[in-house]
């Protein structure tokens, strides 16, 4: 074969290799970039380990979805995010007993889409939590809100996000939904169907951050005047009652569209 033959070969290889490379990366493309929506922490985050001072904790502490399968983890907290979406949300994570409490800033984009979104925490003491507490989801709250107002958006320790390529399904009617309170040594309950659904004892562990769980199905929250075909959670009261008084309830600005 002359030089010209050699020639025409080679470029004729380097070419079919350079096709079947392109298409190559093209057939991978899809799955390289199926990624999850995503918050990454605006700020370094703040943590308190074991501090020899503790602070006990607001009335409200944490609200969260928790289904069978949940477990706390490091990349396994994602939120549900209803309109109209905060430009800057303030994440706290607190353990029971004070001896744990992180916050975390995240800024939105303008673009953000209402739903499910990963948030990352890049706390560099989490283990702390993840060997500290036998029973992690009862023992630690998590409270997601808008830094500037009072409205806050349900979490959730669902599968981990660093190789997800899909977020969580929508929340259904039938999913548990908890807030975890400091009730003040008072008796915390809902009122679902016109009846209390009193609170129930976090954990063993002495409740100095919070003592209560409350928790109900999402479906008896919803509003029974939404328009056709829609699902909303507009706000979340929780009562306590001291003796025989019952005291002024608390009130969670929540908004939950599904």
């Known amino acids: 074969m002359n030089a010209v033959g050699v020639s025409s070969v080679y ?19 899809p799955a390289a970039h ?28 944490g609200l969260g979805f928790v289904l069978g399968s949940d477990a706390i983890g490091s990349d396994r907290l994602w939120a549900y995010i209803s309109p109209p979406v905060a430009k800057k949300l303030k ?69 981990p996000h660093s190789k997800a390529a899909k977020t969580p399904p929508v929340p259904q009617d039938s999913d ?16 679902v169907g016109g009846a209390p659904v009193y609170c129930r004892d976090a954990s063993s562990v002495s409740g100095f951050k919070f003592n209560a769980i409350c928790e109900t199905t999402l479906g008896t929250l919803k509003q029974k005047d939404a328009a056709p075909g829609q699902r909303i959670v507009n706000g979340v009261e929780v009562f306590r009652r001291s003796g025989v008084r019952t005291l002024a309830p608390v009130t969670l600005d929540i908004a939950i569209q599904y």
């Open 11 to 29: 470029w004729l290889r380097r070419s079919t290799l350079l096709w079947l490379g392109w298409n190559a990366l093209v057939l991978v493309a």
């Open 91 to 159: 994440l706290t994570i607190s353990s029971i007993d004070g001896r744990y409490y992180a916050e975390v800033d995240y800024v939105t984009s303008a673009g953000q889409q209402p739903g499910w979104v990963a948030l990352d925490l890049t706390l560099r003491s989490f283990s702390f939590v993840e060997k500290n507490y036998s029973n992690p989801m009862n023992e630690i709250a998590v409270l997601l809100g808008d830094a500037d107002t009072s409205r806050v958006y349900p979490v959730r320790w669902g599968e």
């Open 176 to 191: 548990a939904i908890r807030v975890y309170m400091n009730t003040e040594r008072a008796r915390a309950f809902l009122v």
């Open 34 to 61: 199926a990624q999850v929506p995503r918050l990454s922490p605006a700020a370094p985050p703040l943590e308190v380990v074991d501090p020899s001072e503790r602070i006990s904790g607001n009335a409200a502490v």
